[in-house]
């Protein structure tokens, strides 16, 4: 049965008694809404943890756009039952006075990492990730840590400030899931209209024709160029980035290196997509 804990004092006891019989205990920390990509980070945290705490907290200080906050889906009951199922031992749901009491002055900023694409696109949404990750690893006392790969530019932004600020707790990067028609899972899918969910698989399909492209030989450029003029002419919205960079600094690349990774984010009617894929 999955305990829920609302209190971050509860839930730090239960940790210590866990610790004290020498268990290591992984967390994946989720904004809800969970989809078949949260549970397999679930599975992989049961795999490599004897505890295993899942973290489900909207945390409005990674939104810049408060009614992308609004909007965001939120269903705690379905949640707990499909934890309970996937044998979670604790879901950790805090509410917001709990993260964030009065008097909270503190951010995380990490530099470099989190400026372009995403940074660049939603300001200020990396300074809120990073700071509660931070205060959801000190709140968990977490040995292990699961992310999507989905949130390429998140998961570097994370390992930099470990690294950064010798948290005592490993990242586990872990393989996009995809639904069969190849839409990377994400929570924000279920806002998609029926027309833009038959249309939102074509986005994987032109990053792996891209790809291909560029393993080929292509100029880096000119395939860019004409990827974005393809899914214009395939009647997807803006653009707002699509870029060939380097899988751990981020550093754009004008040509293909080793762990090259293919980044983007575009807007298919009110719903804003992201994806991203190794070449
Ligand atoms: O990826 C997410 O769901 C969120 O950004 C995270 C890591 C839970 C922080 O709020």
Redesign the pocket.
């Known amino acids: 049965m999955t305990l829920v804990i609302r209190n971050s004092a509860e839930l730090q006891d239960k940790v210590a008694a866990w610790k004290r019989s020498g268990m290591l205990v992984g967390v994946v920390?989720?904004?809800g809404a969970l989809h078949d990509g949260h549970l397999s980070l679930v599975k992989a945290a049961r795999a490599q943890s004897d505890r295993v705490i899942v973290?489900i907290?909207v945390?409005p200080m990674?939104f810049n756009n408060t009614d992308d906050l609004s909007k965001y889906p939120r269903d705690e009951a379905r949640d707990l039952a499909l934890l309970d199922e996937a044998g979670v031992d604790v879901l950790f749901a805090p509410d917001v006075a709990e993260v964030y009491p009065d008097g909270f002055s503190t951010t995380v900023s990490v530099s470099g990492v989190s400026a372009p694409m995403e940074g660049e696109h939603r300001p200020g949404h990396f300074d809120?990730?990073a700071t509660?990750?931070a205060k959801?690893f000190g709140m968990t006392q977490a040995g292990r840590a699961f992310?999507?790969e989905k949130?390429w530019q998140?998961l570097q932004v994370?390992r930099r400030m470990v690294r950064d600020l010798n948290l005592p707790v490993t990242v586990i990067g872990c393989p996009t899931i995809r639904e069969a028609d190849g839409l990377a899972m994400s929570?924000r899918n279920v806002r998609l209209s029926h027309e833009d969910r038959s249309m939102a698989p074509l986005l994987h399909q032109v990053l792996q024709e891209l790809a291909a492209s560029l393993r080929a030989g292509a100029d880096v450029g000119v395939a860019l160029a004409s990827a974005r003029a393809e899914l214009a002419a395939k009647g997807f919205g803006t653009v707002e980035y699509l870029d060939l960079r380097a899988g751990d600094s981020l550093a754009p690349l004008a040509q293909l290196e080793d762990n090259a990774r293919l980044l983007v984010a575009l807007w298919l009617g009110n719903v804003r997509l992201i994806d991203n894929i190794p070449v």
Do not use: E
Request: hydrophobic share 45%; proline share 6%.
């Open positions: 920390p989720t904004m973290t907290f945390n990674q809120g990730v509660v990750v959801l992310f999507g949130d998140q994370v929570s």
